[in-house]
């Protein structure tokens, strides 16, 4: 009988480092896919900056109004490519962020699901007699909560491509819009 209170000890040690473990792992995740914003941003910036700079020193050296508005039109085509690759950049970043997320926090509750049924083969093993109809209801309910959890996880992979996918279609409309907007301005 002393051997279940110690195996309770033991199983509460390892959940709450189980929990700082995923903890760990999602916030390392997390500011991965930080950095890459903040790179990608800074990458951005530095390049608009530097075109910036080169728009507007041909825009100064134009002659006329006319080659003044034929430069400023032909920047659009340019400028609409590169916000176009630059949103498909930041989609790439967060979806890729969620993924490891959800892989990261998949691996930890798999793990701990397999240390809890554990405990409860171990406890049961131990248990007086009699007491088969509580384990299996405590068998049942791990039971239902795993599928619980794989039915979120699940609902949350679907929600994550359904996000996706609509971030690739307003850029696919994006794109568009901005592809006839360059048009009917290269045409002035």
């Known amino acids: 009988m002393f051997a279940i209170p110690e195996q309770f000890s033991n199983a509460t040690k390892a959940h709450f480092e189980s929990q700082f473990a995923i903890f760990s792992s999602l916030t390392s995740k997390a500011f991965e896919g930080i950095e890459k914003m903040v790179e990608l941003n800074i990458t951005a910036a530095k390049a608009s900056l530097e ?3 080169a728009t507007a020193r041909q ?3 134009a002659k ?6 034929a430069l400023s039109a032909a920047q659009a085509q340019p400028n609409t490519e590169k916000a176009i690759s630059y949103s498909r950049q930041l989609a790439a970043i967060a979806t890729g962020t969620q993924a490891e997320f959800t892989k990261a926090a998949e691996e930890q509750i798999a793990e701990t699901n397999r ?5 409860v083969d171990e ?4 248990a007086p007699a009699g007491s088969e109809n509580v384990v299996a209801m405590i068998k049942s ?3 239902n909560a795993s599928a619980g959890y794989e039915q979120l996880s699940k609902t949350a992979k679907q929600a994550t491509q359904a996000m996706e996918t609509n971030v ?3 850029v696919s409309q994006f794109t568009q819009a901005a592809q006839t907007v360059a048009a009917k ?3 002035r």
């Open 141 to 143: 309910g791990l039971g």
């Open 123 to 126: 406890v049961s093993k131990n």
């Open 168 to 170: 690739n279609a307003a």
């Open 185 to 187: 301005a290269a045409k």
């Open 115 to 119: 240390k809890v049924i554990s405990l």
């Open 59 to 61: 825009l100064l050296a």
């Open 64 to 69: 006329d109004p006319q080659e003044f508005f």
């Open 51 to 53: 075109e910036s700079s």
